[in-house]
């Protein structure tokens, strides 16, 4: 994963809390654009990492 999800939180027109950040721009130019692995393969890892069932590999 190349970015991450920032969460915000605001009360009003405020900043109350904050969470996350995104990898500068100058740190993905050398990264590959190609996922190590493809979308199926980590949905059934993540199923198997939290014990729950599941009837076949995703297809993705």
């Known amino acids: 994963m190349y ?15 904050h969470a996350g950040a995104f990898v500068p721009a100058k740190q993905l130019a050398a990264l590959s654009a190609s996922p190590a692995i493809g979308a199926a393969t980590a949905m059934s890892r993540t199923l198997q990492h939290l014990a729950r069932p599941y009837a076949a590999t995703p297809k993705a």
Request: charged share 5%.
């Open 3 to 17: 970015n991450c999800v920032q969460s915000l939180a605001l009360m009003g027109s405020r900043l109350v809390s």
